[in-house]
């Protein structure tokens, strides 16, 4: 079993910046696929970015590149996304995941390709 406990949502004004964090439990083995979701109210969950712990290989949805940076701290067994340039229409749920055992593929944005899922943290951004 794996427990992701995910912080760091709150509400910003556009153009401000967020760091959300995943910290991750209860798996000893180092290589997982991290991913970040996001779901806004009346939409499907979308995939947002995604890390491979092991070689620390990124891939990002097209409307995020440029202003999400995912990364991780090894020590820490924690995930972050660092979001910048916030808009009105990143406001979402934002939600961690993982899969483990394998690195990332081309699969990462899907949301039934992860096992296991944190609770949430709200981003709203106001215009």
């Known amino acids: 079993q794996v427990q992701l406990v995910e912080s760091g949502g709150g509400s910003v004004q556009a153009g401000g910046s967020l760091r959300l964090s995943c910290a991750a439990s209860g798996y000893a083995y180092s290589r997982k696929c991290m991913g970040w979701f996001r779901q806004a109210p009346g939409k499907e969950r979308e995939g947002v970015a995604a890390i491979d712990t092991l070689d620390g290989s990124t891939d990002y949805a097209d409307s995020v590149k440029g202003r999400f940076t995912i990364s991780q701290a090894h020590a820490k067994n924690t995930v972050y996304l660092q979001i910048n340039s916030l808009k009105p229409e990143d406001t979402a749920v934002y939600y961690c995941?993982?899969?483990?055992?394998?690195?990332?593929?081309?699969?990462?944005?899907?949301?039934?390709?992860?096992?296991?899922w944190g609770q949430g943290t709200q981003v709203t951004v106001s215009s």
């Open positions: 995941a993982a899969v483990v055992l394998v690195g990332c593929g081309g699969w990462w944005s899907v949301p039934e390709k992860f096992a296991y």
